[in-house]
């Protein structure tokens, strides 16, 4: 079920917080909202350096995002192998790479229309 009441502001914050819990590299938030038929409003993408690592990022954003907003994912996708796990959180939807296929698929590179916002992680 999704609740309502969040903020797609809060959302991004607590994913990011999950990120960082466990030390994703490279995140960038992409703005849809100003291009045309978008499936959502916001990609959140990272990267891990491995599939454990991968994992351990998407389960770090779902704990925090369930724990603080009470919210979970509609539909995740890609745990299987780990290299490229899709969030869905409707508004939202994360992405975590391992590096080499976040490089080789370029997703901001395909969405070079959206407004970018590169997030410092301080480790």
Not at 12 to 31: P, R
Not at 39 to 50: A, E, K, R
Not at 58 to 71: A, R, T
Not at 88 to 117: N, S
């Amino acid at each position: 079920m999704i609740n309502k009441e969040i903020n797609d502001d809060q959302l991004i914050s607590h994913i990011i917080k999950g990120i960082e819990e466990v030390k994703g590299n490279d995140i960038d938030i992409l703005d849809l909202r100003k291009i045309e038929n978008t499936v959502c409003d916001y990609f959140i993408i990272c990267n891990g350096n491995s599939n454990t690592q991968v994992n351990a990022i998407v389960s770090s954003v779902q704990k925090i995002v369930s724990k603080s907003l009470k919210d979970k994912p509609w539909h995740i996708e890609g745990n299987e192998n780990a290299e490229w796990v899709l969030m869905d959180y409707v508004t939202v939807v994360v992405h975590v790479f391992q590096k080499h296929i976040r490089e080789y698929y370029d997703i901001e590179g395909l969405w070079g229309d959206a407004i970018t916002t590169s997030i410092d992680s301080n480790y």
